[in-house]
Each structure stands twice: as structure tokens, then as C-alpha cells.
């Protein structure tokens, strides 16, 4: 019997650690900036609205613009950048004294972000064994899909029980501290070498202003399904206190992320395996039709147990697909592009979840939230064809 190749190495687990410790200060502070703009500086809705989701747009641009810096300049000094700026941004809050200045700490920040999501999901791609690429990436992908449930509890915790939005802050220092001190334990150097190697190889075809210097077009295939995925479950993360409320199951939706993060945490240890043993279609089409049956049975939940099986399925099908079309993404270009690649997979799917609110809320005013999510099924359906003809017929989604 072969031995299998080592996955839980020392630098795997603490790359995810800074991931993990990373989008939990983005999903702590996501739920109580709009409040602090309101109560420290008498912000209207609309630009409180602002201050929230300027964030995304930063992170847009960090995303977009570090695929293309990896290629330039390796992976490890990309990181060293990314982790120094998120240190200065997540520390600038204590000197954001008015509105203009959050701003713009908000759109640093989000861009620091996304180098720093950018950049471990690379180094993730580049320190896992090709054989176990599916199973890697599943379980680092559990440290997004933790922080997403944990960060805003914590963040309502800590403004519900303290007198000033200062603890938030403070907490989020003592977490980006932690992750300088986990840095000094991760060894890079192993990681850059192959990095190096292949892009000086490459690096004339690289010069110039091309669309494939910030976008891998190999990627672009599965980073399109992920568009449509992620716009189909912007609603629930948005909409779900406003949902859970107008249905009178708001104890319910107090738990539904927790839910949520359990199935995922149930299923990955064993989609990430069965895709590198048997490719990426026998978990793809399964995740999408669960999640099309988790996003129907949730638009017409009328009690707590359809509420939370709802939450489960969903978790099922949305968590296992992001997991399994970041592999995708990651298997359809070579090593040197891993970065655009990552990066590519990113941006489409943090423009379908940011895109989404602000266009379903356009629309609820005009519906009911139960229409809302169920005009989602067949979006996520859509996407289960585009899968067929972009992705499978081009033998994109293989084995990874």
C-alpha cells in the first residue's frame, strides 16, 4: 500500500490559521461598522451602507491586481506585503476620527484583505500534494467557512455586552498580531523555489498591459459558475434576519450559519477525497442539485426543522461546490499561475456575492423574500448547465 503524501504539514496549518484569523476580522467587523458609522459619526443608512460594502470594493482591487504581482514577484513577498499592510489597516480604525478617514481605512483594508485571501489560497495550492489538491483545499477552505459563522457572533457578542465599539477593535488587533507571530513560523522559502523557477521561464511572455496578466482565461470557465453560485447565496447573508423575521422563525435564524458551518465540516472530509480519487463531476452536479433543494426548501420553510434542513442542505451544496471549484480553478492552468488563477476565482465570486444584495434588494421591494429565494433555484440550475457546456465538455473539471 502507498503511503499517502503528507497534507497537514506545519506550514499547511498555519497558512489556514491566517486565513482562518484573516476573514474572521472581515465577517467581525462586516456586521458592526454600519453601527459604529451611525452611532460615532450620525451616518445616514445610505452611507453607512457605504462604509460596510466599500470593503468588497477594496478587496476587488486587492484580488484583481495580486494575481498579477505573484507572477511578478513570487508568492513570498507578495504575503510579506499583504500580511504588513492588513497589520497598519486593521490597526487604522483607532484613528478613524471621522467619516472621510473610515472610508478610506475601509477601502484599505479591503484591499490588504484581499492580498492576504489571495496569497494563502496560492501558497495553499502550491505546498499541497497534487494528489491530495482536492482534499487540501477542501479542509483550507473550512478555515473561510468557520470565520463566516464565528466573526459575526463574535462581532454582535462583543457590541452587545461591552460599552463602545473599541473592544471590536482591540480584538481584531490581538488577532492580526497573532497572525504576524504565525508567519514567523511558516517556512516560505520551500514554497517560492518553484515559483521562481517557472517564471523566469516565462516572464517575457508576461510584460504588458493583457487581460490574461490579471485574469487566468483557464479559470475563467468554473470562476463564471462560481459568479452565479455566489449571487444565488448573496441573498441568504444578507436578507436572512430580515427573512427569518418576516416568517417568525428569528430563533431559527440565529442558528442558521451554525448550521450551516456543521455540514460543511461533516461533508468536506469526504467530497475533498472523493474528488481526487474520482474528478470533479461526482461531487459538482450533486452539490448543485443539493443546493438548489436546500435554496427551495428554504424559500417555503414554514417551522424551525424545515428551516435548519434547509440551512444543512445549503451547506452541503453551496460550501462543497466553492471548495471543489476552487480545485478546478487552481488544476486548469499551470503551477507559475496558480496566483491568477486563485485570484480570477476569487474576484467572480466575491462580485456575485456583492453584486447580489444591492440587485435583490432592488427587486424585494416588489416581492416577497420567499419569491426572492425561490427565483434562486433556477439560477443555481442555470449554473448546474453552464457547469455541463463550460466546464465538463472542455474537460476543464478532472481530476485533481
Not at 497534507?7 to 498555519?14: A, C, V
Not at 485574469?215 to 468554473?222: D, F, S
Not at 488544476?331 to 466575491?350: C, M, N, Q, V, W
Request: include cysteine; hydrophobic fraction near 50%.
Amino acid at each position: 500500500m502507498v503511503e499517502k503524501e503528507p497534507l497537514w504539514t506545519r506550514n499547511f496549518m498555519m497558512i489556514s490559521l491566517i486565513n482562518f484569523l484573516g476573514t474572521l476580522i472581515f465577517y467581525l467587523l462586516i456586521v458592526v461598522i454600519a453601527g459604529f458609522a451611525v452611532d460615532e459619526f450620525h451616518a445616514s443608512t445610505s452611507t453607512a451602507g457605504l462604509v460596510s460594502s466599500i470593503f468588497i470594493v477594496g478587496s476587488l482591487l486587492g484580488r484583481l491586481l495580486t494575481g498579477r504581482v505573484i507572477t511578478s514577484i513570487g508568492s513570498k513577498r507578495t504575503f510579506q506585503i499583504g500580511l504588513i499592510a492588513f497589520f497598519i489597516t486593521t490597526c487604522a480604525y483607532f484613528i478613524a476620527l471621522n467619516l472621510p478617514v473610515l472610508v478610506m481605512v475601509r477601502l484599505l483594508h479591503g484591499i490588504s484583505f484581499g492580498i492576504i485571501g489571495t496569497t494563502t489560497g496560492t501558497l495553499i495550492a502550491q505546498i499541497i500534494p497534487a494528489s491530495r489538491r482536492g482534499e487540501g483545499i477542501g479542509y483550507f477552505s473550512m478555515s473561510t467557512v468557520l470565520a463566516t459563522a464565528i466573526g459575526p457572533f463574535i462581532g454582535i457578542l462583543l457590541t452587545q455586552n461591552t460599552d463602545s465599539f473599541s473592544s471590536v477593535f482591540i480584538f481584531n488587533t490581538i488577532l492580526v498580531v497573532a497572525c504576524v507571530f504565525m508567519y514567523f513560523t511558516v517556512n516560505l522559502n520551500t514554497i517560492q523555489a518553484p515559483m521562481k523557477a517557472k517564471n523566469t521561464v516565462d516572464a517575457p511572455k508576461e510584460k504588458g498591459f493583457k487581460f490574461s496578466n490579471y485574469i487566468e482565461t483557464k479559470a475563467l470557465p468554473i470562476s463564471i459558475i462560481v459568479l452565479f453560485i455566489g449571487f444565488a447565496y448573496s441573498g441568504v447573508m444578507s436578507f436572512l434576519s430580515f427573512y427569518s423575521e418576516s416568517i417568525n422563525l428569528v430563533k431559527a435564524g440565529s442558528f442558521f450559519f451554525l448550521i450551516y458551518a456543521i455540514t460543511i465540516l461533516c461533508t468536506r472530509p469526504i467530497t475533498g477525497p472523493l474528488m481526487d480519487r474520482k474528478g470533479a463531476n461526482i461531487v459538482v452536479y450533486p452539490a448543485l442539485i443539493i443546493f438548489a433543494a436546500g435554496m427551495l426548501l428554504f424559500s417555503q420553510a414554514t417551522n424551525s426543522w424545515l428551516f435548519l434542513l434547509a440551512a444543512g442542505l445549503i451547506g452541503i451544496g453551496n460550501g462543497n461546490m466553492n471548495s471543489i471549484a476552487q480545485a478546478v480553478a487552481v488544476k486548469s492552468t499551470e503551477p507559475h499561475r496558480y496566483g491568477l488563477a486563485t485570484s480570477t476565482y476569487f474576484i467572480f465570486l466575491d462580485i456575485g456575492l456583492g453584486v447580489g444584495p444591492y440587485l435583490l434588494g432592488l427587486i424585494e421591494p416588489h416581492t416577497t423574500y420567499r419569491m426572492l429565494y425561490l427565483a434562486m433555484v433556477p439560477v443555481i440550475l442555470l449554473a448546474l448547465v453552464l457547469y455541463y457546456f463550460l466546464v465538463q465538455r472542455k474537460n476543464q473539471a478532472v481530476s485533481v
